[in-house]
Structures are given as structure tokens and as C-alpha cells.
């Protein structure tokens, strides 16, 4: 009966050795199961703002992915966290990511860029080029926090083109998502080629291309009339250049307004450094060099057209009547040049 309880001892004890082998055997990924992560875009939205498409200006907006985890386990785990943005709604690829008038693929198009402190942000399915946050020992049962990832929304330059419109991409379940590895003897373990199984962190990318004119210059270059020696016995011609610059599909107006507020651009030259001299030059403005279009400030004869995002170079005609007799001198005027849109 001794020998009898002897061997059952020597039994359990073999029982309990065949258990510890197989934990020991037991692969050091086995629990990643037990490691849960949370991960939230702030803002919801990453908005580059309003664009002016041939501005040198950088139009971006950064906001940041926090990740936090638990482990749920009573083992210890070295956790490694990767985050994969997609196309969005509005991409076609990897390589033409774009927010779009209709938020989808079709409308108006403004290609942009994704990145994390200047490095391009993919994801696993693109090439593994998925973002890996550090790894971090996590004790059992514990929680962690993984800091906060910066993610940029850069709108592509050069797309001076642009139509005017608000222009968006939705970055949804889809088009985000979490890949989580986790070992417990590896502090060198890597995300970057397991699949994406965890959170998402949904977010969208806007800007917006506005109506906006502006001059190509600040001055527009003088109408010089030349010289004219005695009466003048015909009518004097000149002409200037002035540039305008429309985002696309903006309507606009330029009007033209002398000092005398003249609306049909009929202006008076006064005599330059000579207070007694009273004579003046009366000169008019047109659209064409013929005469027969006038270039005023009334909706009747202003210049309306509609942006195409391109810079437009408009010619100002200007003629002063036949048969003035005037004091000799130097005779100007200013005038105003408003674009409106």
C-alpha cells in the first residue's frame, strides 16, 4: 500500500513537470489576445482652412492620435502598436489621396498629403508603411498610455485651378485601424507586418477654396498721353495693363472710377505744380482701343468676367478729345480700379 501511494506522488509530480514544459513551450505571442487599445483622432476633423490655390503659402492642419491599452492577462506583455491610414472616401490610391467637392470620388478634386512629423503616413496594406509607436512593457493587468501621434493634413501645391467649393474626405472604420503585437520575453517585438485587427480612429480631411480676386501688382502702370506742343488738332490715344487673378468659376467685376467720380470714366487732368493754372485735360476710358465700349463704375459699362484661377491681363484704353487749348504744363489724374467678386 506504500508503494502504491508512492507511485501515485511520483505520478503527480510528473504531471505537474509535463504542465510547466508546456507553458514554457508555449509561444511568447499566445496572449496577444489579452492586450486591448483605444485609439481617438483630436479634432474630429483636420481642416487646412480657406485656400488660395497659387499662394506659396502651406495650407495644413495637424491634430493628434492618442492610443492608450490594458492588459488584460496576468502575464507581462512588451506591446507594439501600429496606426494604418487608408485612402479616405475620396482617394483613389495610396499615392492620390484627395478631398473632393462631393466628399467621395467623383466632383471637384484637391490632392493632398498625410504625414506624422514629416514622414509619410500609410498604412499595412501599403506596403507595411503603418506608423509604429515605440514598444512598451506593460505589467499584468495594467494599462498604458502610448502618447500622442501628430497626423498632418497638407494640401498639395500647384493646383492653382481649383474651383471654388468646400472639399472633404471622410477617414472612417475603413480607412483607419490599429495592429497590435505583443510578447512576453521580446522587447524587440514589431506590428509592422501583422494585420489590422484593433480600433479605429476616425477622422476627416478638409479645406476649402473661397471666391477671391486680387491685382497681379499693387499699381497699375501709368496711361501716358506723350507730349503735345500747341492745339491739340486730334484725339490723343493711350493705353495701360492692368492684371487680375480669380480663383476658378468666380464672377467678378472691375470698375473704373476718376478722381471726379465720374461713373462713366470720364475724367478732367489738372495742371501739376501750378496752382494758378485752372485749364483742365478731359480724357475717357474704354474696353476696347476703338473707343465704343466705355469703362466706367456703373453695372452698365464695368468689365465682368469669371475666374479661371489663371492670372488674366486686361488692356484700359484712353483717349482725350480734339481741339483743346490749354495752358502749357503737365496735367494727371488718379484713378480708383475695383475688383469686386
Not at 53 to 70: D, K
Request: glycine share 10%; aromatic share 8%; hydrophobic share 35%.
Amino acid at each position: 500500500m506504500l508503494n502504491s501511494l508512492h507511485q501515485r506522488i511520483r505520478q503527480t509530480a510528473l504531471a505537474l513537470i509535463a504542465v510547466c514544459a508546456v507553458w514554457l513551450l508555449t509561444p511568447s505571442t499566445a496572449h496577444a489576445q489579452n492586450v486591448s487599445c483605444t485609439a481617438t483622432t483630436s479634432p474630429s476633423t483636420l481642416n487646412a482652412g480657406s485656400i488660395i490655390p497659387w499662394s506659396s503659402s502651406a495650407y495644413s492642419a495637424t491634430g493628434t492620435i492618442s492610443v492608450s491599452c490594458s492588459n488584460n492577462s496576468i502575464f507581462r506583455a512588451y506591446v507594439s502598436v501600429c496606426l494604418s491610414i487608408g485612402t479616405g472616401d475620396a482617394g483613389l490610391t495610396f499615392a492620390n489621396r484627395q478631398i473632393t467637392t462631393s466628399g467621395g470620388t467623383s466632383g471637384s478634386a484637391l490632392g493632398i498629403g498625410i504625414t506624422t512629423n514629416n514622414t509619410y503616413f500609410g498604412s499595412y496594406f501599403d506596403n507595411y508603411s503603418a506608423i509604429q509607436i515605440p514598444t512598451q512593457y506593460m505589467g499584468a493587468y495594467s494599462n498604458a498610455s502610448f502618447g500622442a501621434v501628430p497626423v498632418t493634413v497638407t494640401v498639395n501645391a500647384g493646383q492653382v485651378t481649383a474651383p471654388v467649393g468646400s472639399y472633404s474626405s471622410a477617414y472612417g472604420g475603413g480607412h483607419t485601424a490599429v495592429s497590435i503585437a505583443t510578447s512576453r520575453n521580446n522587447s524587440g517585438v514589431s506590428c509592422a507586418s501583422t494585420g489590422a485587427s484593433g480600433p479605429t480612429f476616425p477622422f476627416t480631411a478638409a479645406a476649402s477654396v473661397p471666391s477671391y480676386c486680387e491685382f497681379t501688382a499693387s499699381t497699375i502702370g501709368d496711361m501716358n498721353f506723350a507730349d503735345t506742343t500747341g492745339i491739340l488738332d486730334g484725339a490723343k490715344s493711350s493705353s495701360t495693363t492692368l492684371g487680375v487673378r480669380c480663383t476658378k468659376s468666380t464672377a467678378y467685376t472691375i470698375t473704373l472710377r476718376p478722381s471726379n467720380n465720374n461713373t462713366g470714366g470720364n475724367g478732367q487732368m489738372k495742371a501739376v505744380g501750378a496752382p494758378s493754372n485752372t485749364d483742365t485735360v478731359p480724357y475717357s476710358l474704354y474696353q476696347n482701343s476703338n473707343g465704343t465700349t466705355p469703362w466706367g463704375s456703373l453695372a452698365a459699362n464695368d468689365y465682368a468676367g469669371t475666374g479661371t484661377g489663371n492670372p488674366v491681363a486686361l488692356m484700359v484704353y484712353g483717349i482725350v478729345p480734339a481741339n483743346l487749348n490749354v495752358t502749357p504744363g503737365t496735367y494727371r489724374d488718379s484713378v480708383t480700379v475695383t475688383v469686386t467678386y
